[in-house]
């Protein structure tokens, strides 16, 4: 489907693609396959296995989402409180470290929506689970370079995060290392600083603590790292798999059956189910609730963009380590716990009180975007040969369908006023007509003509 967007989206999309590649977006790339794993391994936490032991051992079998919830969060020996999981360095690299272009294009994407709710005074930009800062880096060069267009408009960045120390990354990259801990436990905001620009930054450890307001909502990588519960179809019925301790080696781990029906399982089925093996995040369906909510009362938009599937996969749950697939459980907390993300059960949850689209592949989302002519122009202005050799590798890696180009999705709530379709007069009455909606970019492919 091909559509015109309006002009000032076009001349947004124009200035930004005249500016050249970002030096410290194009330094550091490294292919990589997969997830992106770096060729680095960390050291095993026993710490980790011994108290997994113990409590599986005074409660009996834990679900696959408590599982996850310990080895990835925990404030002692989770996995995120580590700060190196991220980069060359770490086990895996995000779009955003692989092309400045993808965080550029998502500014585009923020600014036209918020120009589409008629640019509201007030702004926040919401980023959950925001990694090393990047995507927001290149997002707050986009509205820099286009701060006239944003002008009169209060602009804030809030990151929902859940582990110190990657905050601390993140302060480093965006506030240049001058923001301040929060001194009270009790303080919803546990940093906060201002980047060079004065833009305000606000760190959370919950989407709840975040102020309400006219909000675009940003998940980059986020969904598939949430919990998820895990369930087998059986002559019995569903059952959900749990883990437990292997009888016959102590000091390891195995998946097991439960013999009879848990809460999860008698919840979080759907009744149309046909598949023989589900994986439901119930975490992510509580959240995309909240951000519907959010968006209902206050304005604003979401776009989550995830390794997933729209209700077709079945047995997703991975781990990943030194630059390649890694046992879920194995060495509990030395390795990142993911699982695609199921749109169809995120849209199940939202019901209708948001307009939801996609999931759109992440080739064609960021085509309709205007990717490819954004490549022309930083060819274009780059002489230097290993850094054109940098570009043409990471778009590969962008949009090739073999690797991140149709296995990440991107998906949007929105409030149902966006795409309102304009009022018709009736009988003889004169009325003005409401502009039609512009179409949604990434989701429609954009025309410059």
């Known amino acids: 489907m091909r559509a015109c967007f309006g002009v000032k989206t076009q001349q947004l999309i124009s200035r930004v693609f005249r500016h050249p590649v970002h030096p410290s977006a194009a330094v550091g790339w490294r292919l990589a396959q997969s997830r992106l794993l770096s060729a680095g391994e960390s050291k095993p936490r026993p710490s980790m296995l011994k108290h997994l032991t113990f409590k599986i051992k005074a409660t009996g079998p834990i679900t696959v989402a408590e599982y996850m919830r310990e080895v990835l969060t925990n404030p002692v020996t989770g996995y995120y409180v580590r700060n190196n999981m991220l980069g060359p360095d770490g086990d895996f690299i995000t779009s955003p470290e692989i092309s400045q272009i993808f965080g550029e294009l998502l500014g585009v994407w923020i600014l036209s929506e918020w120009m589409a709710a008629g ?11 925001p990694g090393k800062g990047s995507l927001a880096s290149d997002i707050l060069r986009v509205f820099n370079q286009l701060k006239s267009v944003l002008d009169g408009c209060s602009v804030s960045l809030h990151l929902v995060e859940v582990s110190p120390g990657l905050s601390g990354v993140q302060a480093q990259t965006l506030t240049g290392g001058s923001s301040v801990e929060s001194s009270s436990e009790d303080d919803p905001v546990f ?11 606000f760190w959370y450890r919950c989407l709840e603590d975040v102020p309400a307001g006219f909000s675009i909502f940003i998940a980059n990588e ?12 059986t002559p019995k019925g569903w059952r959900e798999v749990l883990v437990d301790i292997d009888p016959e080696k102590q000091n390891r781990l195995r998946f097991v059956v439960s013999p009879s029906p848990t809460p999860a399982s008698s919840a979080l089925i759907q009744p149309e189910e046909r598949r023989s093996h589900v994986e439901v995040c119930a975490d992510g369906g509580v959240l995309v609730q909240q951000i519907s909510r959010r968006i209902v009362e206050d304005g604003g938009a979401a776009l ?38 199921d749109f169809s059960f995120l849209r199940t949850m939202i019901g209708g009180g948001v307009a939801c689209l996609g999931p759109v592949t992440q080739n064609m989302f960021l085509k309709n975007m205007g990717i490819d002519t954004r490549m022309e122009v930083l060819l274009r202005n780059c002489s230097h040969g290993p850094t054109r050799m940098q570009l043409i590798r990471s778009y590969d890696m962008l949009m090739n369908p073999e690797k991140m180009g149709e296995r990440f999705l991107f998906f949007s709530l929105l409030h149902h006023s966006r795409l309102a379709e304009p009022k018709k007069s009736e009988g003889m ?18 025309s410059f003509s």
Not at 312 to 341: I, Y
Not at 432 to 445: M, N
């Open 119 to 129: 640019r509201p005074k007030h702004l926040q930009l919401v980023e959950l689970g």
């Open 191 to 201: 940093r906060r600083g201002e980047t060079s620009a004065g833009l305000p930054v």
């Open 222 to 233: 986020f969904f598939d790292a949430l919990p998820i519960h895990t369930f087998q179809r």
């Open 304 to 341: 989550i963009a995830d390794y997933g599937h729209d209700g077709t996969k079945t047995d997703t749950f991975r781990g990943f380590k030194g630059h390649r697939q890694h046992d879920v459980l194995s060495s509990p907390g030395s390795a990142d716990l993911t699982a695609d993300v």
């Open 429 to 446: 009455k004169l009325e003005d007509k409401s502009p039609a909606p512009l179409p949604v970019g990434g989701f429609t492919e954009i």
